[in-house]
C-alpha cells in the first residue's frame, strides 16, 4: 500500500518537533532593536526550512524593518493557489521571572510545548511547511499551487508585509490565504476563525512643566502629566465598559441572529472562562451583552501601560515633565479606522487637563474582517478538520486582530482560511505560552489533507 502523508508525518514526528525546537530557540523580539541580528537569523531559518521542503524562488525580501520570506510553488495548472501567510516574530518574554522554564529553550511539560513563540506563531506557521514536506515526499508533487508569505514584524503592527501585499498584486494573486495564527474554541473542538476585530493602537505623550520639579515646593500649582493622563483615560470608558468617545457606536454591525443564536449553543460556561482563562474575581463589560459577543463583536478600549516619572525602589517626590500611555481600540465590521482615529484624536484634545499638551501618535491601524463561510476553502477546511477532531466544525468570531487579513481582502480581493491549532489557554503574550504538541502534528495533517482535498475539490 502507498504511504499517506499521515504515516509520513507520523515517522517523522520527532524530527519535526526538534527542527521546531531550535526554530524557537531564536530570539526574534521584533520590537527590540537589540534583538535584530536574530529576528534576520529567524528570517534565514524560515527560508532555509522552504527550500528543504521543495518550494522555489525562495527569497528574503529587505524591508525598512524586518524581512519578510516568500517562496512558490506553481506546477499545478488548473488547481486553485493557496496563499500561506505566517510570522517568525514574537513578543518579548518579559516578565521573565513568571517563567517556570527559560522562554527561548523549548521544555516538554504536560502533553505542551513551553516557550514563547510556540503557539504564535512558529509552531503554527511551521505547520504549513511541514506539510508541503509530507505532500513533496509522498506525492512527489502538491495537489494545488501554493505561494508562502512570512513576514517578522506582525507582532509589531505589520506594516512592511501591508505595504508588500499592495505592491505586489500579481505576485501573490491567489484564489485564498491560509492562516493558522487562531486557536481552537476549547480542546478537541475544530473551529474556524471568520471574523476578527479590528485594531486602533496609539500612544498618548502629555507634557507638563518644562523640567521635572520638586512636588514639595510645586505641588498643587504645577501640572502632573501622570494624572492629567489618568483623568484624560478614565473618561474614556464609563464604569459600565460603554466607551464615551463620541461616534464610536455609530457603525457598528450586529452580528447576524443567526450567528448569535450559533454563539449560544457553544459550550460556553461563564464561571470557568473567568477562573481558568481571565484568574480575576469578576469579569467587567457591557452588562446587556454575552460575554462572547463582548469580545467577539463589540468594540472595546484597553490601556496597555502608563510610563513616567520615578518607578525604581524608594521614593523620590518629582512631579514628571512628560508622562506616556499606550491606549488601544478594537474595531467591529462597518466601523472605519479613519473615523475612529478622528474622533480618538478629538476627544484626547478637547479633554486634555489644564496647564498640558498631548500628542497622539498613531502606532497601527487596521479594520475588522469578516469572511463568508461558504467559500468553497471554507467548506473544504470544515470538513478536514472535522475529519481529523471527529466532530463538526464550529465557526466562530475572534477579538484579536489579525491585521493581514484584511490586507488580503482589499488589496487581492480573496478570503482568509483562518485554521489556527492553538488553544484558549496557551498563553499568547504571557509568561509560560505553550503549545499542545499533539496540535501540532494534528495541524500538519490538517493542512496537508486540506491542499489535498482542496486541490480535488469541483
Request: glycine share 8%; proline share 8%; charged share 25%.
Amino acid at each position: 500500500m502507498a504511504q499517506t502523508t499521515d504515516q509520513y508525518i507520523q515517522q517523522n514526528r520527532q524530527r519535526f518537533l526538534d527542527e521546531l525546537k531550535d526554530f524557537i530557540r531564536i530570539p526574534s523580539i521584533s520590537t527590540l532593536p537589540e534583538n535584530k541580528p536574530d529576528v534576520d537569523r529567524a528570517a534565514a531559518f524560515v527560508a532555509d526550512s522552504l527550500k528543504k521542503a521543495g518550494l522555489e524562488n525562495v527569497e528574503i525580501i529587505p524591508t525598512p524593518k524586518h524581512p519578510l520570506v516568500y517562496a512558490d510553488w506553481l506546477h499545478a495548472p488548473g488547481k486553485p493557489t493557496v496563499l500561506c501567510y505566517g510570522h517568525y516574530d514574537v513578543q518579548p518574554p518579559d516578565p521573565i521571572e513568571l517563567w517556570h522554564t527559560p522562554p527561548f529553550e523549548p521544555t516538554e511539560r504536560d502533553g505542551n510545548l513551553y516557550a514563547r513563540g510556540s503557539a504564535d506563531d512558529k509552531g503554527q506557521m511551521y505547520m504549513h511547511i511541514k506539510a508541503v514536506e509530507a505532500l513533496f515526499a509522498v506525492h512527489g508533487k502538491l495537489p494545488i499551487n501554493v505561494k508562502f508569505l512570512v513576514e517578522g514584524e506582525e507582532e509589531v503592527g505589520g506594516e512592511s508585509v501591508a505595504k508588500y501585499v499592495a505592491g505586489n498584486k500579481a505576485k501573490l494573486k491567489a484564489d485564498v490565504a491560509l492562516v493558522s495564527d487562531t486557536a481552537l474554541y476549547a480542546d478537541g473542538i475544530p473551529t474556524l476563525c471568520t471574523g476578527l476585530r479590528g485594531l486602533v493602537y496609539t500612544e498618548i505623550e502629555a507634557n507638563g512643566p518644562k523640567r521635572d520639579l520638586h512636588s514639595g515646593l510645586y505641588g498643587g500649582a504645577a501640572p502632573n502629566p501622570i494624572f492629567a493622563l489618568i483623568e484624560l483615560i478614565s473618561k474614556m470608558k464609563d464604569a459600565a465598559g460603554k466607551i464615551q468617545i463620541p461616534g464610536m457606536y455609530d457603525d457598528v454591525a450586529e452580528p447576524a441572529p443567526a450567528e448569535k443564536q450559533s454563539w449560544a449553543s457553544l459550550p460556553f460556561d461563564e464561571k470557568e472562562f473567568l477562573a481558568k482563562e481571565v484568574g480575576s474575581t469578576q469579569l467587567t463589560g457591557e452588562a446587556d451583552r454575552t460575554v462572547l459577543e463582548r469580545v467577539w463583536s463589540r468594540p472595546t478600549l484597553e490601556v496597555h501601560g502608563i510610563a513616567g516619572g520615578f518607578t525604581a525602589a524608594g521614593a523620590k517626590t518629582v512631579i514628571p515633565a512628560k508622562a506616556t500611555a499606550k491606549v488601544s481600540i478594537r474595531l467591529v465590521p462597518n466601523q472605519d479606522p479613519d473615523k475612529i482615529i478622528a474622533a480618538y484624536k478629538k476627544f484626547v484634545k478637547d479633554n486634555t487637563p489644564a496647564g498640558i499638551t498631548t500628542e497622539v501618535r498613531m502606532l497601527s491601524a487596521g479594520p475588522a474582517v469578516v469572511v463568508n463561510p461558504d467559500h468553497p476553502a471554507i467548506a473544504t477546511a470544515s470538513k478536514v478538520f472535522a475529519d481529523i477532531l471527529g466532530r463538526p466544525t464550529v465557526f466562530i468570531r475572534s477579538g484579536g486582530s489579525v491585521p493581514i487579513v484584511g490586507d488580503f481582502a482589499n488589496h487581492l480581493g480573496i478570503p482568509t482560511v483562518m485554521m489556527g491549532w492553538g488553544l484558549p489557554d496557551d498563553g499568547l503574550h504571557s509568561p509560560n505560552e505553550k503549545y499542545k504538541i499533539s496540535n501540532f502534528y494534528n495541524g500538519i495533517m490538517t493542512v496537508a489533507r486540506f491542499f489535498e482535498q482542496y486541490g480535488h475539490a469541483d
